[in-house]
């Protein structure tokens, strides 16, 4: 990643700066301030505190897996030309840091970077769990929206950030804030409630596990193929082996997969089982047809929230 982002730099430099790119479809739409997101709950929860006060832009193309994203120019134009730029930042997404040392001062948007530290999770060596190499340090789970407690930070964070930029909308940004913050509480007692009644608080993913921090919120139990953040996703026969003697061992109904995923390690499960194949939704992103049709992350949630339902019990 940072070879090939070296290399749109120096593209962007031989053009003579990184505004002065030619017209491309990512340039803003309209005259009203451009706020760029990275992923889809960012880009979410921007768009529905800013309402129609700015035009909010999702730097991640609808249907892309967030591990696999690569940028072009015409995202790094896009970002150059933000108002605000609001990212998550760690280990997948060191690629801002690159790109802002490459603009001078005064090209630089305002940013906001959403990770916290002090509320990570290493991602846990689990049972089972498939690694290509042990890692020298411990891997921290970008991953941290999907905790109410998180997601809320990341609501109060963005607030934040667009009353310095709307000023003279601090009210209405303050009443939408509150509207907001009132949903996922509700959503995250109908988690608890649902949850502590459950027969079971075991989760098995077939999958990658981007849910660390959901898992301990809600003290969850969980087997996974894969690390949040891995980029090996083709199981070994090992790794089906333990996950389907869990499944047949505690009587697992439903192993999941997330979104965008090609469900491969998961149906060879299932096969095996009988057991079903269900999705839960971590919210880096969405496909082409669910973003036009308008889904937003709170919808994403109530799915989920009827998966585990059928899941746990």
Avoid at 191 to 207: C, E, H, P, S, W
Avoid at 239 to 267: N, Q, R, Y
Wanted: glycine share 4%; hydrophobic share 40%; with cysteine.
């Amino acid at each position: 990643m940072r070879k090939a982002l070296s290399v749109l730099l120096a593209a962007l430099l031989l053009a003579g700066s990184l505004v002065s790119c030619t017209e491309t479809d990512a340039e803003p739409s309209s005259d009203k301030p451009l706020v760029v997101a990275t992923n889809f709950v960012l880009y979410d929860t921007a768009r529905v505190l800013a309402g129609d006060l700015a035009e909010v832009r999702m730097l991640l193309p609808p249907g892309t897996d967030a591990h696999e994203y690569e940028l072009t120019l015409a995202d790094t134009a896009l970002v150059a030309d933000a108002d605000l730029f609001l990212y998550i930042g760690g280990e997948s997404e060191d690629w801002v840091d690159d790109l802002f040392a490459s603009m001078r001062e005064e090209d630089r948007p305002d940013s906001c970077r959403l990770i916290d530290t002090s509320l990570h999770y290493a991602e846990e060596k689990t049972e089972g769990l498939q690694t290509e190499e042990e890692p020298e340090e411990d891997a921290i789970d970008e991953h941290i929206w999907t905790s109410f407690h998180n997601l809320l930070g990341i609501v109060q964070q963005t607030a934040l950030h667009l009353r310095y930029l709307f000023p003279k909308e601090k009210d209405i940004l303050t009443d939408r804030r509150i509207a907001y913050e009132e949903e996922l509480l509700a959503l995250s007692d109908a988690y608890r409630q649902t949850i502590d009644g459950a027969k079971r608080k075991t989760l098995v993913f077939a999958d990658r596990f981007p849910f660390l921090y959901l898992a301990k919120e809600f003290g969850l139990d969980y087997y996974a193929a894969f690390s949040g953040c891995s980029s090996n996703v083709e199981a070994s026969l090992a790794t089906i082996h333990f996950l389907v003697s869990k499944v047949e061992e505690e009587g697992i109904p439903a192993v999941f997969v997330m979104e965008l995923s090609d469900g491969k390690c998961a149906e060879a499960v299932a096969r095996e089982t009988g057991c079903a194949v269900l999705t839960l939704y971590s919210g880096h992103n969405v496909t082409p047809e669910e973003f036009e049709s308008g889904i937003t992350y709170l919808d994403l949630l109530r799915q989920n929230l009827e998966t585990l339902k059928i899941a746990l019990n």
